[in-house]
């Protein structure tokens, strides 16, 4: 399985999620480097967002303009099914309590190695 594609294909697919609810993501999305997130590189637009990757520390400056959406995306990974949880933290780095904008997209793997998106559930 290719982590770059899958890491792309869950992103993508949240922001898709989201755009059918009242939580759209603004113009530029932040996806947050931590220490379960792969050494990987996205590309620089996903889904019509312009995509950012912070580290730690690295998106003070922003997160108090609004719209803000600071992603942390995180994976668990089978040979057979893969499940990526995403948190996402409004203005001021703020999480809704209720979870109400994190996402657990669950896939299974195709025979050629795809991820084939089962469900989206909060």
């Known amino acids: ?5 899958a890491y792309r294909t869950a992103i993508s697919d949240y922001i898709l999620a989201m755009d059918t609810t009242d939580a759209v993501l603004p113009d530029t999305v932040y996806i947050g480097r931590h220490m379960d997130f792969p050494r990987i ?4 637009v996903m889904v019509g967002r312009t995509v950012r990757m912070v580290e730690p520390g690295e998106v003070e400056k ?3 303009v609004a719209p803000f959406a600071l992603l942390n995306v995180f994976a668990t990974m089978t040979p057979d099914e893969v499940e990526f949880f995403v948190v996402r933290f409004g203005q001021g780095l703020r999480h809704r ?3 109400a904008d994190d996402r657990h997209l669950y ?3 195709g025979e ?3 991820l084939v998106l089962e469900r989206v559930g909060r």
């Open 41 to 44: 590189e996205l590309p620089g």
């Open 112 to 114: 050629g190695g795809e």
């Open 62 to 64: 922003d997160k108090h």
């Open 107 to 109: 896939y299974r793997v």
């Open 97 to 99: 309590t209720d979870g």
């Open 1 to 5: 399985m290719d982590t770059i594609a």
